[in-house]
């Protein structure tokens, strides 16, 4: 049951320095960072699929910096990682941090939302002091010599300056910036239709300008329809990203297992019933994106007795995403586009 897994998630930690409004692990106890021996079964867990990919992420994983390194030296040591990432807001990274990622081959993708006065609206709380060190820890990344991307989230509000915040990334110097709308904040038809034009537009400047691959698209291309196996603090393992944005009262419909206890992989009973749903939608939907796998799961999540009142948000988010998925499939398309002169704009 183990097969095929995509990433291996690990919210070590669900501590943060920031209190971002859209943030998509909103439910945190800003305590709970998770133990070497939970790690360590986990790695024991993954060994038979090794080597694996590694996404580091929280809360802010640079908050327990000295875990986080001891966590990628034993994974480095092992063997067991084909790729390690870490995700970050980069207010708290230093020169130090920068030489230890890149001596063990780390990518780093951080957090950025555009200019100031959309991290302002979009991140409550944060000063010109934060932002200054946003912008300094990306400048720092962008100038090390490792692989560094950057994630843009839109929310409603800033929607209508989504163009403008990719060229503010772009002049910043940014060449990888994967754009998504918000999860669970309210995208109503008329903030969906600002975010598409705004997307269509940013797409055309892309091809415009020349600047191909500057929007990142990973999350529409084909999954193989694999589970992620995250682990929050606690060890125990979801299957993705999107059940982190509700409480705990949905969450706990979703646990496949607790790997706290152990590295034996005792799946928890509601497990069959979830693999079974996932096989049957990868069944029905071949070539299924990870979008759409995501999407899925924030589905199944609505259904749950405690998720039904974000059943509306989560309708409206999926058919967003639907939609900036067929653009992403006509640039992805795009040099067939070109050949055969049909208009995509
Ligand atoms: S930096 Fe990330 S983890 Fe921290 S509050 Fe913002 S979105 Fe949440």
């Known amino acids: 049951m183990i097969k095929p897994i995509n990433h291996v998630w690990l919210f070590f930690t669900d501590r943060c320095n920031l209190g971002c409004g859209y943030c998509f692990y909103k439910y945190r106890s800003q305590q709970q960072v998770i133990t070497l021996s939970t790690f360590e079964n986990i ?202 944005s509700f409480p705990e009262k949905v969450r706990e419909h979703f646990y496949l297992m607790d790997l706290s206890l152990g590295f034996s992989g005792k799946f928890l009973p509601q497990a069959e019933a979830y693999f079974q749903a996932l096989q049957e939608h990868v069944g029905a939907h071949p070539n299924c994106s990870y979008r759409s796998i995501s999407n899925f799961n924030a589905l199944l999540a609505v259904k749950t007795k405690s998720g039904r009142r974000y059943e509306q948000r989560v309708k409206h988010y999926v058919d967003l995403c639907e939609q900036i998925e067929e653009i992403d499939h006509k640039i992805m398309g795009t040099s067939v586009w070109q050949r055969s002169g049909m208009k995509v704009f």
């Open 43 to 244: 790695l024991e867990f993954i060994r038979p699929v090794a080597p694996v990919e590694f996404v580091f992420s929280g809360g802010e994983p640079l908050v327990d910096a000295p875990r986080l390194k001891e966590m990628i030296t034993v994974i480095r040591q092992k063997g067991v990682a084909r790729y390690i990432s870490v995700q970050t807001n980069a207010t708290l990274l230093d020169e130090a941090l920068m030489g230890f990622f890149l001596c063990h081959q780390v990518n780093l993708e951080v957090g950025i939302d555009g200019d100031e006065a959309t991290t302002r609206r979009n991140r409550p709380g944060i000063g010109n002091f934060y932002y200054t060190d946003i912008i300094r820890g990306v400048k720092l990344a962008m100038g090390a010599p490792g692989s560094f991307t950057a994630t843009m989230t839109v929310h409603p509000s800033s929607a209508v300056k989504l163009l403008d915040n990719l060229k503010y990334l772009a002049a910043m110097g940014l060449k990888s910036v994967e754009v998504h709308p918000a999860f669970l904040e309210s995208w109503d038809r008329e903030s969906s239709d600002v975010f598409l034009e705004q997307y269509r537009r940013a797409c055309a400047w892309e091809l415009k300008e020349g600047l191909s691959g500057l929007i990142g698209r990973g999350y529409s291309e084909f999954s193989k329809g694999a589970w992620d196996l995250l682990a929050v603090p606690s060890g125990k393992i979801l299957a993705s990203w999107v059940f982190l």
